[in-house]
């Protein structure tokens, strides 16, 4: 997987919208983004994820640079229930078996949501 | 989104003893599961890639007959730590890999404290 880089830490006030940067210049053309993220003693949760076109659910929305070496995760009316770690990651879709699906975490961005 | 369930949530053991955690896709099935390990303040480390019907793939540095693995069902996995020490205290999570867009989801995971 290729790497990412992600700040270790920001806050947002409640109700207003959290924008989470990922950096991942060495992407591969192939190489989806993945948001993940772990509320405290969870197992992760998927966000979302994307190519290169922006992407929306009833979570967040994804944008992704032109030149896909940076995202950003926008969550458009934080809560306090957003306070988590957020980890954003890089990898091939694989839907079939196999190592190659794996995800590898980082320390990932730990957003606080103030009332 | 798919549903994936762990049991025990949680589970004290004496050291020496045995403990079997199962991961089950409820709402679809999954050719291949990982099971995972988190530390405090650590982020998640992947410890095995588990295939239906055949034998999981361990990472470099966990000791496959100290952490059993058997996938012996599309919705079944189950992570038995043998012969548990106090060193093996941690938070288990397994997720399962969606076939359709081969996105992973994660269980709710295991606390294990051996005495």
């Known amino acids: 997987d290729a790497k990412t880089t992600q700040p270790p830490s920001m806050d947002c006030a409640e109700g207003r919208a959290a924008n989470l940067p990922c950096n991942h210049s060495?992407?591969?053309?192939?190489?989806?983004v993945y948001w993940y993220r772990q509320i405290h003693s969870q197992g992760p949760q998927y966000i979302i994820h994307?190519?290169?076109n922006n992407e929306t659910n009833e979570m967040a929305s994804l944008i992704i640079t032109e030149d896909r070496k940076s995202s950003t995760l926008i969550l458009p009316h934080a809560t306090l229930r957003d306070t988590a770690v957020y980890y954003c990651i890089v990898r091939v879709p694989t839907p079939l078996t196999g190592a190659n699906s794996k995800l590898t975490f980082g320390k990932g961005i730990t957003l606080s949501v103030r009332p | 989104g798919a549903v994936v369930s762990q049991h025990p949530s949680w589970v004290i053991c004496k050291s020496g003893t045995s403990v079997k955690i199962e991961c089950r896709s409820l709402?679809?099935?999954?050719?291949?599961m990982f099971w995972y390990r988190q530390f405090p303040k650590q982020s998640l480390m992947l410890m095995a890639t588990s295939n239906e019907g055949s034998k999981a793939t361990y990472e470099q540095g966990v000791e496959k007959d100290k952490f059993l693995i058997n996938h012996a069902s599309l919705t079944l996995s189950t992570l038995t730590v043998t012969s548990a020490h106090p060193e093996d205290s941690s938070f288990y999570i397994c997720?399962?890999?969606?076939?359709?867009?081969?996105?992973?989801?994660f269980g709710p995971g295991t606390r294990l404290t051996v005495l």
């Open positions: 709402d679809f099935q999954a050719t291949t």
């Open positions: 997720s399962a890999l969606t076939s359709g867009s081969g996105t992973q989801y």
């Open positions: 994307g190519l290169k």
């Open positions: 060495t992407i591969s053309g192939n190489e989806y």
